[in-house]
């Protein structure tokens, strides 16, 4: 690691803004508030609430967020430069950002003459003077700019000139920090360090203002080249959380944040608020509506799982062996991925993390590793099913209390002719025996899972109120042999809660209702474990 703790990156998000404009991804006000309360937790300086005036959402953020104020961050308003032949002051776009009320106000201008001409359709001084009665404009008004140079490092490869005289304009105007935009994705890092590192020296009085960096992933180098700008001087990041945003996405600042500060050193956030980076990657993930990606860096739930059994024994001698970083510094935990390519070093590390400790010795683990491998090789999948394989191991041990008897179920699914799909109606009937007392329950649902769920809940929850808080929170269907048609043998994973814990369960079965039921039925017993002082004991 080198030397730069003590040189502060400043980290500027624009999930609000320009993360929003992800495909697929629309944030209530509500939304909002939620994100930029967790930033702020976060420890990120400069947080990006919208475009005022652009839309009545918008409006309403700075409005709410001035009468419940941030802790630490600075909530920052963003517009373009004032429209071509007018001047700022009767600009109503301005209007409403001086409305907004922040203190500080990030402008974007062209530094790509090909946009002045071809999408503005002005003049190269008219530009120059958009930038700069702009930026001077606001600082009457007393706001802090911060200005965006748009496609800056297109702009520079092909006009270097031009692009110079764009940011020298609005230091020269008062902004007080110049963020160089890689707006399309398309540079590469090695360009990146050659052209930021020009603008170092080619801008008179560096560093009296301050530089940034902001990079799209249209290349899937976003990450990449915010890090060599930030090697060639670059003192604000500016990225969304998950990387969120318009085509490919922006810069992730939850890879971006602990490969600067762990890796190079920089000061970004405290180390405590770093401990919070998973929690807050993953609550974004929630707020958004889109489903975490398990394999992103640093955050993933695979991030630090580990499958082979060469990598499990050596990881719990070492964790420097397969782990480039401490998983607990950004709030992430290791995972030992059970699965058929385990040896005794997963079932080992594995039963540890459910509070079981077994010695290598013991005369279950051969006959756990054995019936693990039977399983997976009939399509059975435990690496995303820990709550069933805990259960398997249970009952190798001897610890498995039957708590119910499953006798046999039925379901029956109703569509009459002209009716839609949705309007079809399945009804469900099991019998279970508890205590060695008969129950037979019928319940109905908007699919046969659905109804098979419901009946057995009902059938058990009078001897286990605790049932009621459990609840489905995924349901996932996978064909193992699509070859073998109608026929083919399907697993079905299922994802469920009690409200502050998840557990997942597996089935498998060439019947899809089978599959499903076996997994329903291991979810409610295992939320019975979780939930009761310890029935396995």
Known sequence: MTSNRSKQIWLYDTTLRDGAQREGLSLSLEDKLRIARQLDLLGIPFIEGGWPGANPKDVQFFWQIKEEPLTQAEVVAFCSTRRPNKTAAEDPMLQAILAAGTRWVTIFGKSWDLHVTEGLKTTREENLAMIRDTIEY????????IYDAEHWFDGYKHNRDYALQTLLTAMQAGAEWLVLCDTNGGTLPYEISQIVRDVVRGVPDYPTYRLGIHTHNDSDTAVANAIAAVMEGACMVQGTMNGYGERCGNANLCSLIPSLQLKLGYSCIQDAQLANLTYASRLVSEVVN???????????????????????SAVERNPLTYEHINPVLVGNERRIVISDQSGLSNILAKARS???NLSREHPALPKILQRLKELENQGYQFEAADASFDLLMREALGYRQQLFEIKGFQVHSDMRQGQKSSDCLAIATVKVAVNGKDILEAAEGNGPVSALDAALRKALVNFYPEIASFYLT?????????????SAKTRVLIESSNGSQRWTTVGVSPNILDASYQAVVESIEYGLFLRSPNPFD
């Open 474 to 486: 995924d349901y996932k269907v996978r064909i193992l042999d699509g070859g073998a048609g109608t």
């Open 138 to 145: 606001l600082r009457s008004q007393g706001r802090q700019v």
């Open 354 to 356: 459910f509070n079981i």
């Open 290 to 312: 889109l489903a975490p990606d398990d394999y992103a860096a640093f955050v993933g739930r695979s991030a630090f799982a580990h499958k082979g059994g060469i990598h499990v």
